[in-house]
């Protein structure tokens, strides 16, 4: 199952520099292990944004809201998602 997935990234200022530094490591090291995996296969940045465009490709909403919730960012993340059909013009489906 395919989900287009847009998240909002809002670190709070007060936020201690050392959490805020280790939380983006982890961060990074689990949005990777997930890409490498196949379960998070497209990542982009949106210009002049704190958010990235992201597609998953899971089993099922639960599984999604698993990965999505393990983000260490999660807790200052607004999440917004979008489950994708196959469109009937679609010449490569
Ligand atoms: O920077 C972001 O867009 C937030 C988050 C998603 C992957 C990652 O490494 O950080």
New binding site residues.
Partial sequence: MLFHVR?D?NIPDDLDPDVRADTVVR??AY?QDLQRSGKWPH?W?IVGE???YSIFDVESNDELHMLLSGLP?FPYMDIKVTPLATHPSDVNA
């Fill in positions: 998240m990234v961060e990074k949005s990542i940045r704190y958010s990235n960012l």
